[in-house]
C-alpha cells in the first residue's frame, strides 16, 4: 500500500522568506502528485499537480513543485511567501494501477506566516 | 467554489445512533470519494463509487457503508456510530474512468461529533 510522509508538522516563516515543504511517498509504480491547501474555514483546494512530463510543475499562487523520481520526493516550494499563504497543506499521491482516483494524503503541514 | 456540496455541515450524534451525509457532485462528474479527516490528521480514504458501484474500499469497517444514485450525488451512511468517529468527513468529485488523470474537487465537508 501507498504511503504518504510530510515531516514538517508546523512552519513558522516571516513574510517575503522562502518556503520548502518536504513530501515523499512509498510506492514503485506509477503515480500522480499533488498538493493541496486548506484555508480556515475552507475546503480543500488543489494547489498543483504532476501526471506527467516536466517534474517541475508550477501551480496556483505562485506555487511550484519538483518531483523527483529516484528520490520518491514531491517537494512544494514558493521563493516569497506572503501572510495570506497561512494555510494547512496537504500532499497526495494516487497510485495508478489500483483502478480507481484513491488519494493517500501526508498528515499535513501547518504553515504560519508572521506579518 | 468547487460545485461539491456537503450536507449538513454540522452534526452532533451519540454513541451507538445512526448517520447519514449527503453529498451532491459537481455537474458532469460520475466519481464521488469519501474521506474521514480526523483533527490533526490528512483524509484518510473511506471509498469511491463510480457509476453507482463501489470503486475502492479503505481500511474502514462494514458499518461505513455508502450509496452513489443515477445523479451521481452520493451518501456515506455510518452505523453504530462511536466516539472516535468523530471527524470531518470530505466528499470528493471527479470525472473518470478508471485510473485515469483527474483531478478530485472537494466539498466543505460535514463536521460529525459523537458523544
Known amino acids: 500500500a501507498q504511503s504518504v510522509s510530510q515531516h514538517n508538522h508546523h512552519v513558522i516563516l516571516s513574510e517575503a522568506a522562502s518556503l520548502e515543504l518536504g513530501c515523499n511517498y512509498s510506492y514503485g509504480g506509477t503515480v500522480n502528485l499533488f498538493w493541496y491547501v486548506q484555508y480556515p474555514g475552507q475546503h480543500l483546494q488543489l494547489l498543483l499537480k504532476?501526471?506527467?512530463?516536466?517534474?517541475l510543475v508550477k501551480g496556483i499562487k505562485g506555487f511550484e513543485a519538483e518531483f523527483i523520481k529516484s528520490k520518491f520526493s514531491f517537494n512544494l516550494r514558493k521563493p516569497s511567501v506572503q501572510w495570506s499563504d497561512t494555510a494547512e497543506y496537504f500532499c497526495?499521491?494516487?497510485?495508478?494501477?489500483?483502478?480507481?482516483?484513491?488519494?493517500?494524503f501526508g498528515t499535513g503541514t501547518r504553515l504560519t506566516i508572521i506579518p | 467554489e468547487t460545485g461539491v456540496t456537503q450536507s449538513p455541515t454540522h452534526l452532533i450524534k451519540t454513541r451507538g445512533q445512526q448517520v447519514t451525509l449527503r453529498c451532491s457532485s459537481q455537474s458532469g462528474h460520475n466519481t464521488v470519494s469519501w474521506y474521514q479527516q480526523a483533527l490533526g490528521q490528512g483524509p484518510q480514504f473511506i471509498f469511491q463509487y463510480y457509476r453507482e458501484e463501489e470503486n475502492g474500499r479503505g481500511n474502514f469497517p462494514p458499518r461505513f457503508s455508502g450509496l452513489q444514485f443515477p445523479n451521481y450525488s452520493s451518501e456515506l451512511n455510518v452505523n453504530a456510530l462511536e466516539l472516535d468517529d468523530s471527524a470531518l468527513y470530505l466528499c470528493a468529485s471527479s470525472l473518470a474512468g478508471t485510473g485515469s488523470n483527474t483531478e478530485a474537487f472537494f466539498g466543505q465537508g460535514t463536521r460529525l461529533t459523537v458523544v
Open positions: 504532476y501526471f506527467s512530463g516536466d517534474p
Open positions: 497526495a499521491v494516487n497510485a495508478l494501477n489500483f483502478g480507481n482516483e484513491k488519494l493517500t
